[in-house]
C-alpha cells in the first residue's frame, strides 16, 4: 500500500493544475494480511474550497420546452418521476448552474424514453466560454454514468446533437459529481492521479496495462451497478475476469471473459451491491502490454435481459448479420394476407418475414466463397407490389454475381390463412455461381421493440428434415415447412451471438432440436445448397400456417406459391375492377388503389382497424373516415358491413361508443367516455353510404339510432351553459356552448374543450337534418336545424373569445390552450364545410402558417417529427382556393412513402428515415383513407348538392391521356370521366352522373378559370 505521502503528492499533482490549493486525505480501508488482496484506499477533500453546493442552490435553464409542464427545474430537483422535455429539434440544451465554482468530475444523466443518441457534456466558469469535456456519439438512454478528468466549473451544459427518436430530448434527472466521487484506480499496484485516462471521458485515449496485470478501482461508497464497459485501444485482452466487492477483502466474480474481439465490451450483469472493481488482464493479443481507453458503468436498470444481449452482439457484428432494430435504426415492414383474417404477416423492408404477431422471423442469408452476405451487403435492395399496388410485396438483393427474390402470398379463408414465401436464387452472370441459400429462424420480430415488437421468444425449437420438406417447430408449434428438404440444419444456443455467429464461422449448428426456457434465444437455420450455371434459377418455398394448421398447400410445396398467388392476384383485380381511376402520375393511382387493399387486409372480420399490429380495436373516428375512403372507391359492401356493426353497440342514450374491441365489445378503457367527436362521424358515415349507394335501408334500419345520436350531442352542449361553468377560469364565456371536454383529439390530455369535437357535432346535426328530410321526419328536421345553428352560434362566439383571450392570430384547436392545429382544423372546410362560422382572415392565416412550416420540412437536413393526418389540408387548402399548396402537400406526403414502392405511409413520419423512433402502424390505414379521400376529392368533389370537377387537380395531371375515371361512385350517380390538355386547351367529357342540384362547376386546372355548367352538360371544350 502506499504511503500517505505518496498518495497526497500523486493526487495534490492530478488537481494542482487548477491553482485551488486543495488538500487531500488518503484513508486506508482497513488492515490486510500481508498475503490477502490488497484493498483500494477512499480519499476525501478536508478543505470547503471548490466543494459541489447542495442541489438546493442549483438553478437550471434550457434552450426551449416541450410543453411548459416540462420545465428545466424538473429535471434537477431530484425526482425522478418529474422531466424537462425539449421541442423535437436539434440542437437543444439544458444548462445548470451550480450556484458557484466547484470542482467537478462528472454526471449521472437518467433519460426518459426521449433520449439522446449524440450530445456533448460542456463546462463554463462564467456561463459565456465553454469548454467540451465528454462526447457521447452512439447513446442508448436509460442512465448515463460519467466521469471526465477534474474541472473547475460553475455551469454544466447538457448539448443535445442529435436525438435517437422523433421526440426531443427529456431528462428525469442530472446529477453533477463532485471531486470527492473521481474513482481511485491501481494498475498493478500503482495508484493512478485524478484525471486519467481510464475515467477520463475520452475513449480514444488510454493507458497502458501488463499483461499479465490488475487494475483495481475504489468508487469510494457502495453502489449498485447493472454492468460495466471496457473500451480498449489497439492492443485489446483476449481473456480477463472482472470481480467485485463491497469491502475490499471478500471478492465475487461478476465475468469470466475468454472471448473478446476489442473494440469494446460491455458486461452485463444482475443488479450488483458494488464499492471495489478488479479486472485481472490475463490473456492479450499477441503482446505484453494492452491498451485501455476507458471503463465505464451501467445503472441497475440496465442489467442483462435477453434483449440487451441482441443488442450487443448487434454492435459488434457487421451491420447486415442483425437488423438495424438492435442498433436504433428504423427498418420499415408492410402486410400481406387474407382479407378479414385476424392474422396477417409482415416482411420488413430487407425480406424478413414474420408470420403473425409475437412470432420469429424467417431471414434469409447466402453464402458464397465461405463469406455470408445479407441484404445490406447487396449492392442494391429493391422492393415491388404486384402489379404495383397489389399487396403482395417483394424484396430483391442484387449482387454482381446473384440475385435473390423474396416474394410473398396469402392462401385459405379468414379462419385458416396460410402465407407462403419464394425465395428465388439466379445467376445473371457469364459465370457459375456455387453456394448456398440459408434460412434462419431468428428470436425477434419484424417490429422493433419501440412499436411493441422487438424479441419472439424461442424457448424450445426443433428442426425436422424429411424426404421433401423441413418443418420448424417452435415453442411446440409447427410454424415454418420448408421446400424441398434441407441438406443441413439445425438449432444453436445463444453465445456472443444467435445462429449468424455459427454461418459466419463458416459452419451450421448440428443439433436438431434445442432447449432454452430461461432467456428464450435459441435460434436455427436450413442450409440449400446450389450450383447455377448463367440464367438458371432455383426456388425455395416456405409455407406458413397461421391458425395451426397447413391446409391443402402443406403437401405440395413450391407449386402451392404459384397456385397461392394466381389466386391473390386475380382477387384483388376484381376486387377493385368495378371502379377505376388513372392519371398520368402512376405513383398516385397506385398509392390509393393500394390504400382500399391495405384498409381490406387490415380489418378483423368486420372491424375496420388502423393497422394489425398495434391495433386491436376500431374506432369510429377512423372507421367512419375510412369506410367513407372505400365507399368512393367501390368498395360499398364491407363498409355497409362495418357501419352495421357498429350501429348495434351504440348506448339507450344515444352515445356512439368511441372504441370497438375487435370481438364487437365496447371498449371501457380509459378515457372511453370522455371522447365525444363519436356521434358525428358515425351520422356522417352512415349518410354518406346512403348517397354513394343510393341504398336508403341502411337509414331506415339505424334511423333512429341517428335520433337519439343527436339527442345526446344536445345534451352534450348543454352541460357546457349550466350557470357558472367554468367560472373559475378567465374569460369563461370561451366555453360556454361547445362540447364538454374531451380525449377525442389525441394531443389534449388531461381533456380540453377541443373544436374538434363541436366541428363533428356541426356536420352530425347537418347530415341529421339531411337525414330526416330523406325519411321524411321533418319535425326532426327542423329541431336538427335549430340545434345546428345554436351550435354554430357557440362556435363563432368561443372562437372570437379565445382568439381575444389569447391574443392569436389562427383558429385554435382548443379552448384552453389557444393553440395552432390546423390538422384539426381542416376538418372545418371538409368534410364538416362550415367555413363561414370561422373568422376568414384568421382561417387564412391558419394555414398559411401552416404551408411555411410544411416548406420549412422540405429543407435539407430537417430532421423533425409529423403525423400524415396532416393529408387532411391537401382538401383544406383546395376549399381556401389553392389547388397548388394542395398539390404541394400532396407531393411532400407522397415522398413520405418509406419504403416508396409499398404505397404506405406511417402515423408518424420521422425526418431522418433511419432514425429509431415509434412511428405506428405500417401501413396505416386511417392515414391512408385521408389520402385517397384527398384524391378523389381534388377530382371529384360533391358540396351541399352541387358536383365540383377538378377543383384541387393540377395541370400536370393533365398531359398523355390525361385523368380517367370509371364508375366512380358519387352523390349524384357514378361518373365516368376523361380530362387531359390538347393545344393548351382543356378538353373534358364524362356521364353516368344525374343532375346534381345545385349543378355542376369545372375547374380548368390549366388556368385556374371556374366554369359553371348547367345540370345536363356533358362535354366541354372552351
Known amino acids: 500500500m502506499c504511503g500517505l505521502g505518496d498518495i497526497m503528492k500523486q493526487m495534490h499533482r492530478a488537481i494542482g493544475w487548477l491553482a485551488l490549493g486543495l488538500g487531500v486525505l488518503a484513508v486506508p480501508v482497513g488492515a490486510v494480511p500481508a498475503d490477502a488482496e490488497q484493498p483500494l484506499v477512499q480519499t476525501s477533500l478536508i478543505e470547503d474550497v471548490g466543494l459541489l453546493p447542495p442541489r438546493e442552490a442549483w438553478t437550471a435553464t434550457s434552450s426551449g420546452l416541450q410543453e411548459d409542464q416540462y420545465g428545466p427545474a424538473l ?204 479486472v485481472n488482464i490475463e490473456k492479450a493479443t499477441e503482446s505484453e502490454s494492452v491498451s485501455l481507453n476507458e471503463i465505464s458503468f451501467k445503472a441497475p436498470e440496465e442489467e442483462v435481459t435477453p434483449l440487451r444481449r441482441f443488442e450487443l452482439a448487434a454492435m459488434k457484428a457487421p451491420s447486415s448479420h442483425y437488423p438495424g432494430q438492435f442498433r436504433r435504426e428504423q427498418v420499415y415492414w408492410t402486410l400481406f394476407g387474407i382479407p378479414g383474417s385476424k392474422k396477417e404477416s409482415l416482411i420488413d423492408e430487407y425480406g424478413a418475414v414474420e408470420p403473425y404477431q409475437g412470432r420469429p422471423v424467417l431471414t434469409p442469408f447466402l453464402r458464397i466463397d465461405g463469406v455470408l452476405r445479407g441484404a445490406l451487403d447487396a449492392s442494391s435492395v429493391t422492393r415491388s407490389l ?197 392519371l398520368p402520375d402512376r405513383s398516385v393511382t397506385d398509392t390509393v388503389r393500394s390504400q382500399i387493399a391495405y384498409i381490406l387486409l387490415n380489418m378483423d372480420g368486420r372491424a375496420i382497424q388502423p393497422g394489425s399490429r398495434n391495433y386491436k380495436r376500431s374506432w369510429i373516428r377512423d372507421g367512419g373516415i375510412t369506410s367513407v375512403a372505400m365507399m368512393r372507391m367501390g368498395a360499398l359492401e364491407p363498409a355497409r358491413d362495418f357501419l352495421s356493426w357498429y350501429a348495434q353497440r351504440i348506448y339507450p342514450n344515444g352515445m356512439v361508443p368511441p372504441i370497438l374491441d375487435n370481438d364487437g365489445t365496447v371498449n371501457t378503457g380509459y378515457g372511453s367516455d370522455l371522447e365525444y367527436d363519436s356521434q358525428g362521424q358515425f351520422i356522417y358515415a352512415l349518410m354518406e353510404y346512403t348517397r354513394l349507394s343510393g341504398d336508403d335501408s341502411l337509414l331506415r334500419n339505424h334511423y333512429e339510432d341517428i335520433v337519439k345520436a343527436m339527442q345526446f350531442m344536445q345534451e352534450l352542449r348543454e352541460r357546457t351553459l349550466v350557470d357558472g361553468y367554468m367560472a373559475d377560469h378567465p374569460r369563461p364565456d370561451r366555453f360556454a356552448g361547445l362540447f364538454p371536454p374531451s380525449y377525442s383529439h389525441e394531443g389534449y390530455n388531461p381533456p380540453m374543450h377541443s373544436y374538434w369535437d363541436t366541428f363533428w357535432g356541426l356536420l352530425g346535426w347537418k347530415e341529421g337534418m339531411a337525414a330526416a328530410r330523406r325519411m321524411g321526419r321533418t319535425e326532426d328536421a327542423v329541431w336538427a336545424e335549430e340545434q345546428y345553428d345554436l351550435l354554430a352560434g357557440s362556435v363563432s362566439s368561443t372562437i372570437a373569445a379565445v382568439i381575444d383571450f389569447k391574443s392569436i392570430d389562427f383558429i385554435p384547436g382548443c379552448a384552453e390552450k389557444g393553440d395552432p392545429d390546423p390538422t384539426s382544423t381542416a376538418i372545418a372546410l371538409s368534410p364538416c364545410r362550415i367555413a363561414d362560422l370561422l373568422p376568414g382572415g384568421i382561417l387564412t392565416n391558419t394555414f398559411d402558417r401552416y404551408y411555411h412550416d410544411l416548406m420549412s420540412r422540405r429543407e435539407p437536413g430537417w430532421e423533425g417529427t409529423f403525423t400524415p393526418y396532416e393529408i387532411r389540408s391537401v382538401t383544406a387548402f383546395q376549399s381556401l382556393g389553392q389547388p397548388d399548396r394542395a398539390a404541394e402537400l400532396l407531393d411532400y406526403l407522397m415522398s413520405c412513402r418509406r419504403p416508396p414502392a409499398w404505397n404506405h405511409l406511417a402515423e408518424v413520419v420521422i425526418g431522418d428515415e433511419r432514425k429509431g423512433g415509434y412511428i405506428g402502424d405500417m401501413p396505416h390505414t386511417w392515414v391512408g383513407s385521408g389520402l385517397v379521400n384527398s384524391v378523389r376529392l381534388m377530382l371529384v368533389r360533391e358540396v351541399d348538392g352541387r358536383l365540383v370537377l377538378l377543383e384541387g387537380a393540377p395541370a400536370s395531371w393533365l398531359q398523355g391521356e390525361g385523368i380517367r375515371l370509371s364508375n366512380l361512385p358519387t352523390h349524384f350517380g357514378r361518373i365516368t370521366l376523361n380530362a387531359k390538355e390538347r393545344d393548351g386547351n382543356l378538353i373534358v367529357d364524362w356521364s353516368g352522373i344525374s343532375d346534381p342540384p345545385e349543378g355542376i362547376a369545372l375547374r380548368n386546372p390549366i388556368d385556374g378559370t371556374i366554369t359553371e355548367l348547367p345540370p345536363a352538360t356533358r362535354a366541354w371544350t372552351p
Not at 481511485?184 to 480514444?204: K, M, S
Open 386 to 582: 404486384a402489379d404495383g399496388w397489389i399487396p403482395l410485396p417483394g424484396v430483391a438483393w442484387e449482387f454482381d454475381d446473384i440475385i435473390l427474390e423474396i416474394d410473398t402470398a396469402a392462401a385459405g379463408g379468414k379462419g385458416d390463412a396460410v402465407s407462403l414465401v419464394q425465395y428465388k436464387i439466379r445467376n445473371p452472370g457469364t459465370e457459375t455461381v456455387e453456394g448456398e441459400c440459408l434460412l434462419t429462424v431468428r428470436p425477434f420480430q419484424a417490429t422493433p421493440v419501440w412499436q411493441y415488437g422487438g424479441l419472439a421468444p424461442i424457448r424450445n425449437m426443433k428442426v425436422e428434415v424429411s424426404s421433401d420438406s423441413t418443418c420448424v417447430t417452435i415453442n411446440d408449434e409447427p410454424l415454418y415447412h420448408l421446400y424441398p428438404a434441407a441438406t443441413g440444419a439445425g438449432v444453436h444456443r445463444f453465445l456472443r451471438g444467435d445462429v449468424v455467429e455459427a454461418l459466419e464461422a463458416g459452419g451450421m449448428p448440428e443439433a436438431g432440436e434445442g432447449i432454452d426456457e430461461e432467456r428464450g434465444l435459441l435460434s436455427g437455420a436450413a442450409a440449400y445448397p446450389f450450383r447455377l450455371a448463367p440464367g438458371e434459377s432455383m426456388q425455395i418455398t416456405a409455407l406458413l400456417p397461421l391458425h395451426g394448421s397447413g391446409g391443402d398447400e402443406a403437401d405440395t410445396g413450391a407449386a402451392a406459391f404459384s397456385q397461392a398467388r394466381a389466386r391473390q392476384l386475380a382477387y384483388w383485380r376484381e376486387v377493385m375492377g368495378e371502379v377505376s381511376l388513372e
Open 75 to 278: 429535471a434537477i430537483d431530484g425526482d425522478t418521476s418529474t422531466r424537462w422535455s425539449s421541442p423535437a429539434s436539434d440542437p437543444q440544451w439544458l444548462t445548470i448552474d451550480i450556484g458557484r465554482e466547484a470542482v467537478i468530475c462528472g454526471a449521472v444523466l437518467r433519460w426518459e424514453t426521449a433520449y439522446a443518441d449524440a450530445y456533448d457534456l460542456d463546462v463554463s466558469t462564467d456561463g459565456e466560454s465553454w469548454q467540451t469535456v465528454y462526447t457521447c456519439r452512439n447513446g442508448d438512454g436509460q442512465t448515463d454514468d460519467i466521469y471526465f478528468s477534474p474541472v473547475k466549473a460553475r455551469y454544466l451544459r447538457i448539448m443535445g446533437r442529435t436525438r435517437a427518436t422523433g421526440w426531443g430530448y427529456s431528462l428525469w434527472d442530472v446529477d453533477v459529481r463532485d471531486i470527492q466521487e473521481a474513482p481511485l484506480v491501481r494498475v498493478d499496484g500503482e495508484l493512478l492521479p485524478a484525471g486519467h485516462a481510464i475515467f477520463d471521458g475520452d475513449r480514444t485515449t488510454g493507458r497502458d496495462v501488463p499483461v499479465p496485470g490488475t487494475v483495481e478501482i475504489d468508487l469510494h461508497t457502495r453502489r449498485d451497478l447493472g454492468g460495466i464497459r471496457i473500451d480498449w485501444g489497439d492492443r485489446f485482452a483476449s481473456h480477463y475476469t472482472i470481480r467485485s466487492s463491497i469491502d475490499g477483502q471478500t471478492w465475487t466474480e461478476l465475468e469470466a471473459v475468454d472471448y473478446d474481439t476489442g473494440g469494446f465490451n460491455l458486461i452485463l450483469h444482475p443488479r450488483t451491491d458494488v464499492r471495489f472493481l478488479r
